[in-house]
């Protein structure tokens, strides 16, 4: 396997991509966004940074030394992963959602996740409150 960067580049990538990681999962719990074990921010970031500063770094072929066609193909291969990443996971989205529905609709809400979901009544749950009464 041939060397791409030295062991000093390699940790300054590795460095780089860690800082921007951690930014990023900062960013995501403070926006409010449903990301599951900050998946996207913890690898997604990683990997982005780390394709991008490995073109910049590569030997012999280095953005740095001013050879751009190894830079340019890192960029097309970036945008070409996030297109079939995202219509993949859109497309196994909307076959799961067909399957089981994914979001739980107003009603389920309104009467208590707990229940259409688990099949636990709270005591302060709307339907728990309806039974008491009905049963009396």
Known sequence: MAR?????????IG???ALTSNLAIYKYATTGMHNTLDVFPSNGVVGII???L?????KEVRLVYGETETFMWHMITLVAIAIVTFRSSFIFYKILDICIPI???FDQKEWGLGISQQGIVMDS???YILLKAISV
């Open 4 to 12: 791409i960067a030295t062991n000093s580049q390699s940790i300054f």
């Open 103 to 105: 979001r739980v609709t």
């Open 54 to 58: 490995t073109a910049v770094f590569a």
């Open 15 to 17: 460095c780089i991509a």
């Open 125 to 127: 749950s709307p339907v």
């Open 50 to 52: 780390g394709k991008i």
